[in-house]
């Protein structure tokens, strides 16, 4: 606990944290506060600011979560996930609310559905913490129950109020959310982050070209780093691999910030790049390979401690899943 203390003091001196939550929170602010400014007609001018809203969610929220990303005590994942969950129920009665009040109007139905995107989103990253077999027990058994429930509730709402385009339409809002609760709860999250882990390097400011310079004579798991295209981003990337079984890690810039991840999708790669650094995992002197779901934290430390002492090693002392080298 005293650890924590320090580590929020010591994040909450550095003036860019502060700016960086700060506008992460305008962002948020600013995408709830455009939907009090949409026409009631369903215009252009109503699309345009439903996208924006949307658009300053994505950037706050998932910018506002990388930054909080360091904080991974069992106690801070317990109060952040109670908090997203209270977030996430809020906004599906502020959509229930805005179909009612509107009495199914299309803009109703139209930020209902924003409101529920994003309620569901706060409660996918929720699940996603649950790494226990008891935790997920539990989150499966919860997000069933909800999907249960929904769905009465859906079919007693119809039932009670006869057929009218407010419960046509709230209906099918109850209806869709539990079928997603049901999914989720069948453990098909797409936050989960056993299945695509994703690290911040806080406070990088070098270019992937001057970082994967620094970082050339550091042998690690994946061998060394190299300059390449990863499909889905625009600028060059630094990465690492890929492994005989497929496992790279690369880093890149997304708004500002650096993140590092791991993928075993060769089609991201350019074909003739990866078959050139494709390599046979290396492990440390104890002959320790860390699992492909580790390896994004594993360089994003390496990367935190170049960045504040100049230093740079590979290491795998993580409190994390490991495997053995002759598994690998």
């Given at each position: 606990?005293?650890?924590?203390?320090?580590?929020?003091?010591s994040?909450?001196?550095?003036p860019?944290n502060?700016?960086?939550l700060?506008?992460d929170i305008?962002?948020l602010?600013?995408s709830?506060?455009?939907?009090?400014?949409?026409?009631?007609k369903?215009?252009?001018?109503f699309?345009?600011?439903?996208?924006?809203?949307?658009?300053?969610?994505?950037?706050?929220?998932?910018?506002m979560?990388?930054?909080?990303?360091?904080?991974?005590?069992?106690?801070?994942?317990?109060?952040?996930g109670v908090?997203?969950?209270?977030a996430?129920?809020?906004l599906?009665i502020?959509g229930?609310?805005?179909?009612?009040n509107?009495?199914?109007?299309?803009?109703?139905?139209?930020?209902?559905i924003?409101?529920?995107?994003?309620?569901i989103v706060m409660y996918?990253?929720?699940?996603?913490?649950a790494?226990?077999?008891?935790?997920?027990?539990?989150?499966s058994?919860?997000?069933?129950t909800?999907?249960?429930?929904?769905?009465?509730?859906?079919?007693v709402?119809?039932?009670?109020?006869?057929?009218?385009?407010t419960?046509?339409?709230?209906?099918?809002?109850?209806?869709?959310e539990?079928?997603?609760f049901?999914?989720?709860?069948s453990?098909?999250?797409?936050?989960n982050?056993?299945i695509?882990?994703?690290?911040?390097?806080?406070?990088?400011?070098?270019?992937?070209?001057?970082?994967?310079?620094?970082?050339s004579?550091?042998?690690?798991q994946?061998?060394?780093?190299?300059l390449?295209k990863?499909?889905?981003?625009?600028?060059?990337?630094?990465i690492y691999?890929?492994?005989d079984e497929?496992?790279?890690?690369?880093?890149?810039?997304?708004?500002g910030?650096?993140?590092?991840?791991?993928?075993?999708?060769?089609?991201?790669?350019d074909?003739?790049?990866?078959?050139?650094?494709?390599?046979?995992?290396?492990p440390?002197?104890?002959?320790?390979?860390?699992g492909a779901?580790?390896?994004p934290?594993?360089?994003?430390?390496?990367?935190k401690?170049?960045?504040?002492?100049g230093?740079i090693?590979?290491?795998?002392?993580?409190?994390?899943?490991?495997?053995?080298a002759?598994?690998?």
């Amino acid at each position: 606990m005293a650890g924590l203390k320090e580590k929020i003091r010591s994040r909450m001196k550095n003036p860019q944290n502060h700016f960086e939550l700060a506008v992460d929170i305008l962002c948020l602010a600013a995408s709830y506060g455009l939907l009090f400014l949409m026409p009631q007609k369903v215009n252009f001018l109503f699309w345009a600011l439903f996208a924006v809203s949307a658009f300053l969610f994505c950037i706050g929220f998932f910018r506002m979560g990388f930054l909080l990303d360091d904080h991974k005590t069992a106690r801070f994942r317990n109060v952040s996930g109670v908090l997203l969950v209270l977030a996430g129920i809020v906004l599906n009665i502020a959509g229930i609310f805005t179909i009612c009040n509107t009495q199914g109007s299309e803009r109703g139905i139209v930020i209902a559905i924003l409101l529920l995107i994003e309620a569901i989103v706060m409660y996918s990253i929720t699940a996603s913490h649950a790494d226990a077999p008891r935790s997920q027990w539990i989150m499966s058994l919860v997000f069933r129950t909800a999907a249960v429930l929904m769905v009465i509730g859906a079919v007693v709402y119809a039932v009670i109020t006869s057929v009218s385009e407010t419960a046509i339409a709230l209906g099918i809002m109850l209806l869709v959310e539990g079928i997603v609760f049901w999914a989720m709860g069948s453990g098909n999250n797409p936050f989960n982050s056993s299945i695509s882990p994703i690290c911040a390097v806080p406070g990088m400011k070098k270019t992937v070209q001057e970082l994967c310079d620094a970082l050339s004579s550091t042998e690690t798991q994946l061998g060394f780093p190299w300059l390449g295209k990863i499909r889905t981003i625009k600028e060059d990337t630094i990465i690492y691999g890929p492994s005989d079984e497929g496992v790279f890690v690369y880093g890149y810039y997304h708004f500002g910030r650096f993140y590092v991840a791991s993928s075993n999708d060769l089609s991201y790669l350019d074909e003739e790049q990866a078959d050139a650094h494709r390599m046979t995992e290396i492990p440390d002197s104890k002959g320790i390979c860390l699992g492909a779901e580790s390896l994004p934290e594993a360089y994003a430390n390496m990367m935190k401690q170049y960045l504040e002492n100049g230093n740079i090693v590979w290491s795998t002392k993580q409190k994390i899943t490991r495997k053995n080298a002759d598994t690998a």
